[in-house]
Protein backbone atom coordinates (compact mmCIF):
# COMPACT_ATOMS: atom_id res chain seq x y z
CA UNK A 1 0.00 0.00 0.00
CA UNK A 2 1.32 3.72 -0.95
CA UNK A 3 0.08 6.56 0.36
CA UNK A 4 1.04 9.82 -2.04
CA UNK A 5 0.43 13.34 -0.18
CA UNK A 6 0.40 16.75 -1.67
CA UNK A 7 -0.53 20.08 -1.10
CA UNK A 8 2.29 21.38 0.90
CA UNK A 9 4.39 24.32 0.43
CA UNK A 10 5.03 27.96 1.96
CA UNK A 11 2.21 30.52 3.03
CA UNK A 12 1.80 33.39 5.01
CA UNK A 13 0.18 33.90 8.14
CA UNK A 14 -3.36 33.59 7.79
CA UNK A 15 -3.34 31.62 4.81
CA UNK A 16 -4.85 28.36 3.31
CA UNK A 17 -3.79 24.85 2.39
CA UNK A 18 -5.54 22.40 1.16
CA UNK A 19 -3.36 18.47 1.78
CA UNK A 20 -4.32 15.54 -0.31
CA UNK A 21 -3.02 12.02 0.43
CA UNK A 22 -4.15 8.84 -1.79
CA UNK A 23 -3.71 5.37 -1.31
CA UNK A 24 -2.98 2.81 -3.49
CA UNK A 25 -2.31 -0.70 -3.78
CA UNK A 26 -4.85 -1.68 -1.78
CA UNK A 27 -7.42 -5.02 -1.86
CA UNK A 28 -9.46 -3.48 1.06
CA UNK A 29 -10.75 -0.31 1.52
CA UNK A 30 -8.90 2.06 4.01
CA UNK A 31 -10.68 2.17 7.62
CA UNK A 32 -9.23 5.07 9.60
CA UNK A 33 -6.96 7.54 7.42
CA UNK A 34 -5.94 11.13 8.86
CA UNK A 35 -3.74 13.61 9.09
CA UNK A 36 -0.16 13.74 11.45
CA UNK A 37 2.37 16.03 11.99
CA UNK A 38 6.08 16.56 13.04
CA UNK A 39 8.08 19.68 13.81
CA UNK A 40 11.94 19.84 14.13
CA UNK A 41 12.68 18.47 16.99
CA UNK A 42 9.52 17.35 18.83
CA UNK A 43 7.39 14.35 18.43
CA UNK A 44 5.07 13.00 15.61
CA UNK A 45 1.25 14.26 16.75
CA UNK A 46 -2.14 13.53 15.46
CA UNK A 47 -3.67 16.76 13.29
CA UNK A 48 -6.51 15.22 11.79
CA UNK A 49 -8.31 11.74 12.18
CA UNK A 50 -11.38 10.32 9.96
CA UNK A 51 -13.36 7.30 10.55
CA UNK A 52 -14.40 5.27 7.07
CA UNK A 53 -17.89 6.62 8.41
CA UNK A 54 -16.77 10.12 7.84
CA UNK A 55 -16.62 11.17 12.13
CA UNK A 56 -13.63 13.52 12.68
CA UNK A 57 -11.46 14.11 15.47
CA UNK A 58 -9.41 16.84 15.82
CA UNK A 59 -5.71 17.61 17.52
CA UNK A 60 -7.23 21.35 20.08
CA UNK A 61 -4.62 23.19 18.30
CA UNK A 62 -6.33 22.90 15.04
CA UNK A 63 -10.11 22.83 15.87
CA UNK A 64 -12.00 25.31 14.15
CA UNK A 65 -9.07 26.06 11.43
CA UNK A 66 -9.53 22.68 10.11
CA UNK A 67 -11.24 20.64 8.28
CA UNK A 68 -10.43 16.81 7.27
CA UNK A 69 -12.72 14.73 4.49
CA UNK A 70 -12.40 11.60 2.46
CA UNK A 71 -13.50 10.56 -0.98
CA UNK A 72 -14.12 6.79 -0.14
CA UNK A 73 -14.22 5.40 -4.07
CA UNK A 74 -10.74 7.19 -4.37
CA UNK A 75 -9.11 6.08 -0.98
CA UNK A 76 -8.45 9.52 -0.73
CA UNK A 77 -8.27 12.10 2.59
CA UNK A 78 -7.92 15.70 2.39
CA UNK A 79 -6.89 18.35 4.88
CA UNK A 80 -8.16 21.86 4.92
CA UNK A 81 -6.68 24.31 6.47
CA UNK A 82 -7.44 27.85 7.09
CA UNK A 83 -5.77 30.54 9.78
CA UNK A 84 -2.78 28.81 9.33
CA UNK A 85 -0.08 29.73 12.11
CA UNK A 86 3.08 29.59 11.99
CA UNK A 87 3.30 27.18 14.59
CA UNK A 88 1.81 24.96 12.24
CA UNK A 89 4.70 24.75 10.49
CA UNK A 90 5.98 21.04 10.56
CA UNK A 91 6.14 18.11 7.52
CA UNK A 92 2.66 16.55 7.66
CA UNK A 93 2.30 12.55 7.18
CA UNK A 94 -0.86 11.06 6.20
CA UNK A 95 -1.99 7.57 7.29
CA UNK A 96 -4.15 5.16 6.25
CA UNK A 97 -5.02 1.38 8.27
CA UNK A 98 -7.45 -1.33 6.79
CA UNK A 99 -7.73 -5.08 7.72
CA UNK A 100 -4.18 -5.80 7.03
CA UNK A 101 -2.47 -2.95 9.19
CA UNK A 102 -1.52 0.78 8.96
CA UNK A 103 0.35 2.61 6.23
CA UNK A 104 1.76 5.72 5.95
CA UNK A 105 2.78 8.44 3.46
CA UNK A 106 5.80 10.04 2.85
CA UNK A 107 5.55 13.54 4.18
CA UNK A 108 4.97 16.87 2.62
CA UNK A 109 6.58 20.12 4.32
CA UNK A 110 3.92 23.31 5.49
CA UNK A 111 5.81 26.52 6.25
CA UNK A 112 4.33 29.19 7.57
CA UNK A 113 5.79 32.23 7.48
CA UNK A 114 5.09 35.42 10.53
Known amino acids: VQLQASGGGLVEAGGSLRLSCAAS????????MGWYRQAPGKQRDLVAF???????TYAASVKGRCTISRDNGKNTVYLEMNSLKPEDTAVYFC?????????WGQGTQVTVSS
Open 95 to 103: YADNILGSY
Open 25 to 32: GSMFSMKG
Open 50 to 56: ITSGGTP
